[in-house]
């Protein structure tokens, strides 16, 4: 069964001082891990997708990472609308299903 | 990019009336959705996945006769909560599947009084 633990989960940090959240996996064959970013009673937001272990992609302050165990979604110099719960969600190639299986989420609170 | 339009986005209903939600994709057909179902503070759960169609796959221990889905057309698909009661009270969001990848929609609350 995949599973996708995030950490931490709950993070404050102050108007531009940067970090990263985590999102470790096992899944039996990955076939793309997925970030998203979810407001207070809105549907996820896409940000990210990855494919392989080393890729990378970047999004204005946002820089996702991905290795064969885990992803990290690091945030450069964040403003308060940054503030979100950030979601990963993997697929794996198990079954033909295709569905993704969530993490519970961080929730990041950027004070101005 | 996909656009994924979800509606209603709150409904408040009496205890024992069915409530429909309904998933769109506006810009592009999708024959496989999703449905979720989030708790405060907890992840999104799949509750079961609709194929354009054919009879949708539930999640284990989801009622099939309770959450009745119908994905009729290759841009529709529809939850129905049957025989509500207020433990059903929840965010439910769809998803499809896009070109360029899952798009979700923006959620419906439903509260059951």
């Known amino acids: 069964e995949d599973q996708v633990t995030q950490s931490p989960e709950a993070l404050r940090l102050q108007e531009g001082e940067s970090s990263s959240l985590n999102c470790s996996y096992t899944v039996s064959g990955l076939r793309g891990l997925f970030w998203y970013r979810q407001d207070p009673g809105k549907g996820p937001e896409f940000l990210f997708t990855?494919?392989?272990a080393g890729e990378e992609k970047e999004k204005e302050r946002l820089k996702a990472t991905l290795t064969k165990k885990e992803s990290f979604l690091h945030i450069t110099a964040p403003k308060p609308e940054d503030s979100a719960t950030y979601l990963c969600a993997v697929l794996g190639g198990g079954g033909s299903n295709y569905k993704l299986t969530f993490g519970k989420g961080t929730l990041l609170t950027v004070n101005p | 990019g996909a656009v994924v339009s979800q509606h209603p986005s709150r409904v408040i209903c009496k205890s024992g009336t069915s409530v429909k939600i309904e998933c769109r994709s506006l810009?592009?057909?999708?024959?496989?959705m999703f449905w979720y179902r989030q708790f405060p503070k907890q992840s999104l759960m799949l509750m079961a996945t609709?194929?354009?169609?054919?009879?949708?796959?539930?999640e284990q221990g989801v009622e099939k006769d309770k959450f009745l889905i119908n994905h009729a057309s290759l841009t529709l698909s529809t939850l129905t909560v049957t025989s509500a009661h207020p433990e059903d009270s929840s965010f439910y969001i769809c998803?499809?599947?896009?070109?360029?990848?899952?798009?979700f929609g923006s959620g419906t609350r439903l509260t059951v009084v």
């Open positions: 990855l494919y392989s």
């Open positions: 998803s499809a599947q896009a070109p360029e990848g899952y798009t």
């Open positions: 609709s194929n354009e169609g054919s009879k949708a796959t539930y």
């Open positions: 810009d592009f057909q999708a024959t496989t």
